[in-house]
């Protein structure tokens, strides 16, 4: 979590990020406060610090990316979550997102596919003494040894619903994913309506995300 006064030489770019969110259309107060607090230059290679409260992507390695602050607060906002609810992230990346639903109080669960950035994300979340439970695998498949979730965030671009995603929420449970080409996804917001595969669809606006690479995902030879 941010440091206090002087010691935190990024506050003042990270008051105004959140000012931009805000002006964007961001209402949700605890997504607000939750990306006040955390720290996002800390999951940003050095270099690229500078830009870190840029609404803008940035690369984290491995051809990766830590997500837009707006994006970030857009699909944690499209989830609805309470505290004390469990939700599960796909693409862990930089650790970022992960820190912001910890911020919330949210029980997180996250998987990423990369090892490397895993261990890298782990770091930075072990230093903030983040709390969350993470695993290096295929997230299209889920988690089910956690499941069922109240939320599911998938933070890598889609080819489809992941089914096997839609199975692990709870009933009334919400799974935000970005769905469409390698070039670019629609958000989509499911909400689970019934037990399996039952499910209604929001649309919401367009974004660009890095594929998501998996078994109900695209194959790795496109990633
Ligand atoms: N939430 C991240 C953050 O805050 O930095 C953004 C991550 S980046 C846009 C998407 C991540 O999804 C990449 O790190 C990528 O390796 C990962 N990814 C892609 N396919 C995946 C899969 N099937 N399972 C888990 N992670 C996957």
Known sequence: MAKSGLLDKYREAREEMVQLLLDRGISDERVLNAMAQVERHLFIPIPLRNHAYDDAALP???GQTISQ???????TESLHAREL?????I???????TAV???????????ERIPSLLDSARRVLDSMNVRYISKSSDGTIGWKEFAPFDGIVVTAGSPGIPKSLVEQLKVGGRLVVPVGTQDFQQMKII?????????SIEEKSDFKFVPLIGRDGWPERNG
């Open 101 to 111: 639903l910890a911020a919330m109080g949210i029980r997180v669960f996250t998987i």
């Open 60 to 62: 984290i390695g491995e």
């Open 69 to 75: 602050p707006f994006t970030v607060a857009f699909m």
């Open 191 to 199: 909400t689970k309506t019934g037990e399996g595969n039952n499910y």
């Open 85 to 89: 609810d469990k939700v599960l992230e």
């Open 91 to 97: 693409g862990t990346g930089s650790g970022y997102q």
